[in-house]
């Protein structure tokens, strides 16, 4: 049975909740992920986009992604908080932002894309599988193809 989560921003003047758990939990490393978050990484979970449900009023920068694919980030307007993002290429789910969740312990990395891009001073996992950048098919085929082994 599914338990889902909730989240919000800073000043609480946006208010998320997903009535599915996350799908795939993951950290990435490049370069927009850094300065969308002001730290070394973003920490990203993948939930059906049908199970998220948003209240409170969301601003969107578009910016093209290294495969060309449009990446939505959503944010507060007032506080600045990054609350959740979309791709243009990875239709059906959205990608809740770990930092703002209700309760951080749900999430639980299963990988880390853009390794190559990580600063010294931010600590990859090695016991996480490690992508140089985003592996072909992107994270969900990789959870799904462990999950099928």
């Known amino acids: 049975m599914s338990q889902g989560f909730t989240g919000s921003c800073l000043c ?6 997903s009535t599915a758990d996350a799908q795939m939990v993951g950290h990435c490393h490049c370069i927009d992920c850094r300065k969308s978050s002001g730290t070394g990484h973003c920490t990203h979970l ?27 980030r959503g944010f507060c307007g007032t506080c600045g908080s990054p609350v959740y993002s979309k791709n243009s290429g990875m239709s059906g789910v959205v990608f809740p ?3 703002v969740l209700d309760d951080p312990e749900i999430a639980k990395p299963q990988m880390v894309v853009y390794a190559s ?4 001073w931010d600590h990859v996992n090695p016991a996480l599988p490690v992508f140089a950048t985003m592996p072909e098919g992107g994270p969900q085929k990789v959870v799904a193809t462990k999950s099928a082994s």
């Open 46 to 72: 993948v939930v059906p986009e049908q199970a998220f449900y948003v209240t409170g009023s969301v601003t969107f920068y578009d910016r093209a992604a290294d495969s060309g694919n449009i990446i939505s």
């Open 97 to 99: 932002r770990a930092s």
């Open 117 to 120: 891009q990580a600063p010294s």
């Open 12 to 17: 609480g003047a946006v208010h998320f909740k």
